[in-house]
């Protein structure tokens, strides 16, 4: 069963140019997750996604980051425009979990590592 | 809120230690799940269990061994006879359950080498 799939798995951009990361998930699973992972830090949720829609953002930057999954598959989170504290690896999870199911395990994805200069 | 501490941020032993990684949670909600992962230095993250929070049975897997006491709030992750392998960051992580939200609260993680 292949696993889920990121890309690209390294992007390098200059400060307040835009970027965006593409995830497909593991073949049935309903929820995907982005997590954001500072070097040395442990990920962080930004956002989750049910089928196609929003679960819980609420640890997102709106102001410059946004995510969607429009056909419940594929997702992209993009930034725009990118701070020097964007700098970080990005992780994309899914999981089993549908409607009102109890919670799965999150299978993750090898990340994309995003360097803003 | 929800929080997830792993005070040892780096453990060092020789292999065929044993060495247990302390993980502590906090959370308001009386249906949680726990989880383990490991982070090798290839960086992808790798799920070793999930453990609800009405089933304190310790359970084992091979060399693997997890420790729940909900009195303590606690659920620490033993390795008996460690290998050169199992050197990488483990992060302890904390779920809610039911309908809703379920994203993860990791904690910062502990990097333990297995010295040869």
């Known amino acids: 069963e292949a696993g889920v799939a990121q890309s690209p798995r390294y992007k390098i951009i200059e400060k307040r140019q835009s970027v965006a990361f593409w995830c497909n998930p593991i073949s049935g699973h309903a929820t995907l997750y982005w997590y954001q992972q500072i070097l040395g830090q442990g990920p962080k949720l930004l956002i989750q996604f049910q089928n196609n829609g929003v679960v819980d953002d609420s640890q997102l930057p709106k102001d410059r980051f946004s995510a969607e999954r429009l056909k419940g598959v594929d997702s992209t989170l993009k930034i725009q425009p990118a701070k020097l504290e964007d700098s970080a690896v990005y992780l994309c999870a899914s999981s089993l979990r549908g409607a009102g199911t109890r919670s799965y395990e999150q299978y993750f994805g090898p990340g994309t590592r995003l360097t803003v200069t | 809120a929800q929080k997830v501490t792993q005070a040892q941020t780096e453990i060092s032993v020789v292999e065929k230690e044993d060495v247990t990684l302390d993980c502590v949670y906090e959370t308001r909600d009386t249906t949680y799940y726990l989880f383990w992962y490991k982070q090798p230095p290839s960086g992808e993250l790798v799920f070793l269990i999930r453990?609800?929070?009405?089933?304190?049975q310790n359970e084992i897997s091979g060399r693997y061994s997890w420790n729940f006491q909900k009195s303590t709030s606690s659920f620490n992750f033993t390795i008996t006879a460690s290998q050169v392998v199992d050197s990488a960051v483990y992060f302890c992580?904390?779920?809610?359950?039911?309908?809703?939200?379920?994203?993860?609260?990791f904690g910062k993680g502990t990097h333990l080498i297995i010295q040869p």
């Open positions: 992580a904390l779920g809610n359950s039911g309908g809703g939200a379920d994203g993860l609260t």
């Open positions: 453990r609800n929070s009405f089933d304190e």
